[in-house]
């Protein structure tokens, strides 16, 4: 993923996606983590934009459950990818 962003005062950065075939950049990171991200060019089986937190991103592209005990391992890869160590 290639992350594009506009010149001045930043809210998103936006990239192409992964979820589906995209040539304009419809995924859309928020520089406020209580944002999460939003993909423009997905939607759920309700209608609604896909989006969430880095779990539910994570969730969709290793296909591991965000909750239960899915949920440990989920965080667990999240961790090493990035060298998180936990006391």
Known sequence: WVCSQAAGQVRTARSTTGLHPDETPSF???????RG?????CTTRNGKRLGGDI???????????????????????LDALFEVERG
């Open 28 to 34: 859309h990171v928020y520089v406020s983590p209580e």
């Open 37 to 41: 991200w939003t993909c423009f060019g």
């Open 55 to 77: 779990y539910t991103l994570a969730s969709l592209l290793w296909g591991v459950q965000a909750s239960g005990r899915s949920f440990i391992e989920l965080r667990q890869r």
